[in-house]
């Protein structure tokens, strides 16, 4: 499935996939546009870009290894979690108090993003994010949550339960290197969306698809957008 229909499918949503993959991308990209819907007064945005209707989320972008940092002296259950929330986003400028962040936890008005949880750094400090998430779902079931993690972190007690869904970023295959090529070229020469690829634009895109396609040592390794943009 595409990650569109994974997001209206699943509240409760667990990406994982290999380094380079494009986890943190696409949590910065589900907080753009759901940004960008709510500062435009356009939830067509959301809709078109991520198949979220309305009433939508305030998005809140985390990360694993900070709130990892933020629970050290601290005991890892909600009252912690919540002040982290409040404590990130003053940081960011939004001042809002503890009892602000629970209300609207209450009110099922949040998107929760974490990126990142194999980047906490042991196994049991993994264990505690994870159930301090599953905490947060118990009691605040009502907002979207989306996590990110690498495959080999994603184990053991580490995995994360009360109904979240887990969805693995598949490797590209050869039509998948050829968007993201034509994408990378259309950029690279400046070729509005929508119109087709001029005659430099072109030779380039069939340059490297040439060179990547026909390559039996570089089109295993051009699997993922990271090391797709490396070659």
């Not at 809002?96 to 009110?107: G, P, R």
Request: hydrophobic share 40%.
């Amino acid at each position: 499935i595409d990650i569109q229909t994974a997001l209206s499918e699943y509240r409760k949503l667990v990406i994982v996939g290999d380094p380079g993959s494009g986890k943190s991308t696409f949590l910065k990209y589900i907080a753009l546009m759901v940004a960008r819907s709510h500062l435009e007064a356009d939830t067509s945005v959301a809709l078109e870009k991520l198949s979220l209707p309305e009433p939508l989320p305030i998005p809140i972008l985390l990360s694993c290894w900070d709130l990892s940092d933020w629970l050290r002296g601290r005991e890892g259950r909600l009252p912690a979690l919540i002040g982290f929330i409040a404590d990130r986003l003053k940081s960011l400028e939004f001042p809002v108090t503890t009892e602000q962040i629970e209300a609207l936890l209450s009110s099922g008005g949040c998107c929760l993003l974490f990126d990142g949880l194999d980047e906490v750094p042991t196994d049991t400090q993994r264990s505690v994010v994870s159930r301090l998430l599953e905490d947060c779902v118990g009691k605040y079931g009502s907002n979207r949550y989306v996590v990110t993690s690498r495959v080999r972190a994603y184990s053991g007690d580490t995995i994360l339960k009360s109904d979240f869904t887990r969805c693995d970023i598949e490797p590209f295959d050869e039509a998948d290197r050829g968007e993201f090529l034509r994408n990378w070229v259309r950029l690279l020469f400046r070729v509005p969306a929508g119109d087709g690829l001029t005659a430099d634009a072109a030779a380039e895109f069939n340059k490297l698809t040439a060179s990547i396609e026909g390559n039996d040592r570089i089109r295993p390794l051009a699997v993922n957008p990271l090391l797709l943009t490396v070659i």
